[in-house]
C-alpha cells in the first residue's frame, strides 16, 4: 500500500500542539506524521466508531496519559475491523523511571496494539520484541533552503541545546570554559532553558553569557543559524530532532554519541556525552575551519536524507504491511 487514511488520537489539542501544527517549517517530530500522510488529528472525547472505521491507522502516543486511550480505541473497534492501532514511544527510555505507572502496565499497554515503534534502537530494544525502529520524519526539503542572508552573523557565538526531561548543564558549562582558555572571546547561549526541574538554576546566570528561553520553532532555527556551532550534549538515548535540524540547516554540531541522529549525520563529531577532552578537541577544530569541517558538513548534508519524507513513509508503511499481516 502507497497511502494510508491516517488518524492521530490525542486526549485534548494542547497549545502546543497546535502551534506545532501551524508552524512553518514543520519542526521533525512526532506530528510530522499528519503531513506526511495529510493525516488527521482528533481528541478522544469526541471519537467514535464510525470514525474510527474511517481511516487504516489510528497512531497513540505511549507516554502515561496517554496509554488509557489504546485501551478505549481498541473497545470502540469492532474485532471484524481493519483499522489498526499503532503504538508510538516519543520518551527516552531513561525519562521512564519517573512515570509512576508499573512496566507491567505499560507492557499490557503495548500488547493491545497492531504495532508499536520506537524513535531511537536503544529506547526500542525495550519494547515488546517486535516494535520497529522508526525516527520521526523531517521536512527536509524545505528546511534546506532556509537562508541566512537577513541575519545578523557573529563568529564567536556557540550554542548548547538544554534538554528540560533532563535538566543537565553544569558538564557543558565546564567544557565551555575549557574552550574559553583558546577562545576567551567566545558567547555561549543555552537554549530551551527551563528552570522547573533545574537544581543549577541559582547559577544559570553566572554559568552562561546568554540563556535563551523557549521560543517558537522558526525563531529557534534561525537562532541557531547564527551561532558557530550548536553543543548537543544530551546524555540520554534518544532519537534528537535538533541534530535533524542542524544537518539540514548546515550548522555544525558536535555532542553525544548516545543520540541516534548525532550518530548518524556527525559520525566525526559525535563522542562519549563525558569525554571532555575529545569534544573540547573537536570544537577547537569546528573552530578553525578549513577542509576538515566542509568534509563533515557535506557528509551530514546527504545523511541526514534518511529522516526525509519519503525514507520516513517507507519504513512506516513496512511497519503497517508487517502488522496488517501478522494481527492477532
Same mark, same amino acid.
Given at each position: 500500500? $502507497?497511502?494510508?487514511?491516517? @488518524? =492521530?488520537?490525542?486526549?485534548?489539542?494542547?497549545?502546543?500542539?497546535?502551534?506545532?501544527?501551524?508552524?512553518?517549517?514543520?519542526?521533525?517530530?512526532?506530528?510530522?506524521?499528519?503531513?506526511?500522510?495529510?493525516? !488527521?488529528?482528533?481528541?478522544?472525547?469526541?471519537?467514535?466508531?464510525?470514525?474510527?472505521?474511517?481511516?487504516?491507522?489510528?497512531?497513540? *502516543?505511549?507516554?502515561?496519559?496517554?496509554?488509557?486511550?489504546? &485501551?478505549?480505541?481498541?473497545?470502540? @473497534?469492532?474485532?471484524? $475491523?481493519?483499522?489498526?492501532?499503532?503504538?508510538?514511544?516519543?520518551?527516552?527510555?531513561?525519562?521512564?523511571?519517573?512515570?509512576?505507572?508499573?512496566?507491567?502496565?505499560?507492557?499490557?499497554?503495548?500488547?493491545?496494539?497492531?504495532?508499536?515503534?520506537?524513535? /531511537?534502537?536503544?529506547?526500542? $530494544?525495550? +519494547?515488546?520484541?517486535?516494535?520497529?525502529?522508526?525516527?520521526?520524519?523531517?521536512?527536509?526539503?524545505?528546511?534546506?533552503?532556509?537562508?541566512?542572508?537577513?541575519?545578523?552573523?557573529?563568529?564567536?557565538?556557540?550554542?548548547?541545546?538544554? &534538554?528540560?526531561?533532563?535538566?543537565?548543564?553544569?558538564?557543558? *558549562?565546564?567544557?565551555?570554559?575549557?574552550?574559553?582558555?583558546?577562545?576567551?572571546?567566545?558567547? !555561549?547561549?543555552?537554549?530551551? #532553558?527551563?528552570?522547573? =526541574?533545574?537544581?543549577?538554576?541559582?547559577?544559570?546566570?553566572?554559568?552562561?553569557?546568554?540563556?535563551?528561553?523557549?521560543?517558537? #520553532?522558526? $525563531?529557534? @532555527?534561525?537562532? +541557531?543559524?547564527?551561532?558557530?556551532?550548536?553543543?548537543?550534549?544530551?546524555?540520554? =538515548?534518544?532519537?534528537? %530532532?535538533?541534530?535533524?535540524?542542524?544537518?539540514?540547516?548546515?550548522?555544525? !554540531?558536535?555532542?553525544?554519541? %548516545?543520540?541516534?541522529?548525532?550518530? =548518524?549525520?556527525?559520525?566525526?563529531?559525535?563522542?562519549?556525552?563525558?569525554?571532555?577532552?575529545?569534544?573540547?578537541?573537536?570544537?577547537?577544530?569546528? @573552530?578553525?575551519?578549513?577542509?576538515? +569541517?566542509?568534509?563533515?558538513?557535506?557528509?551530514?548534508?546527504?545523511?541526514?536524507?534518511?529522516?526525509? #519524507?519519503?525514507?520516513?513513509? /517507507? %519504513?512506516?508503511?513496512?511497519?503497517?504491511?508487517?502488522?496488517?499481516?501478522? %494481527?492477532?
Amino acid at each position: 500500500m $502507497s497511502r494510508i487514511k491516517y @488518524l =492521530h488520537c490525542v486526549q485534548r489539542i494542547t497549545p502546543s500542539i497546535q502551534r506545532a501544527l501551524e508552524e512553518v517549517p514543520r519542526r521533525a517530530g512526532m506530528f510530522n506524521w499528519l503531513f506526511l500522510f495529510k493525516g !488527521t488529528i482528533i481528541p478522544i472525547n469526541i471519537i467514535t466508531p464510525d470514525i474510527l472505521e474511517d481511516y487504516d491507522v489510528i497512531q497513540i *502516543n505511549m507516554a502515561p496519559v496517554d496509554q488509557p486511550m489504546i &485501551h478505549k480505541v481498541r473497545k470502540m @473497534l469492532p474485532k471484524s $475491523s481493519s483499522t489498526l492501532i499503532i503504538g508510538n514511544n516519543d520518551y527516552t527510555c531513561e525519562s521512564w523511571e519517573l512515570w509512576g505507572v508499573t512496566p507491567q502496565y505499560y507492557e499490557h499497554a503495548q500488547d493491545i496494539c497492531d504495532a508499536v515503534f520506537g524513535t /531511537e534502537p536503544y529506547q526500542t $530494544s525495550f +519494547l515488546r520484541d517486535d516494535a520497529f525502529v522508526i525516527p520521526h520524519p523531517c521536512w527536509t526539503k524545505m528546511m534546506k533552503h532556509i537562508g541566512t542572508d537577513d541575519l545578523e552573523m557573529d563568529r564567536f557565538k556557540v550554542g548548547y541545546n538544554f &534538554h528540560w526531561w533532563e535538566a543537565k548543564s553544569y558538564a557543558a *558549562n565546564i567544557i565551555f570554559d575549557k574552550l574559553k582558555i583558546k577562545y576567551p572571546k567566545l558567547i !555561549t547561549r543555552i537554549y530551551g #532553558y527551563n528552570p522547573v =526541574h533545574d537544581k543549577m538554576k541559582q547559577w544559570q546566570k553566572v554559568m552562561w553569557d546568554d540563556i535563551k528561553d523557549p521560543m517558537s #520553532y522558526p $525563531s529557534f @532555527l534561525r537562532s +541557531l543559524m547564527t551561532n558557530r556551532f550548536l553543543f548537543e550534549n544530551c546524555s540520554y =538515548h534518544t532519537y534528537g %530532532r535538533t541534530s535533524v535540524d542542524t544537518a539540514c540547516l548546515g550548522v555544525p !554540531t558536535v555532542g553525544s554519541n %548516545r543520540i541516534m541522529s548525532m550518530r =548518524h549525520c556527525f559520525p566525526n563529531m559525535s563522542f562519549d556525552p563525558f569525554d571532555a577532552k575529545s569534544i573540547v578537541e573537536c570544537m577547537d577544530k569546528i @573552530l578553525q575551519g578549513g577542509s576538515w +569541517l566542509d568534509e563533515q558538513m557535506d557528509y551530514a548534508s546527504e545523511a541526514v536524507e534518511y529522516f526525509n #519524507y519519503d525514507n520516513s513513509k /517507507e %519504513r512506516y508503511l513496512k511497519m503497517y504491511d508487517y502488522a496488517k499481516d501478522n %494481527r492477532k
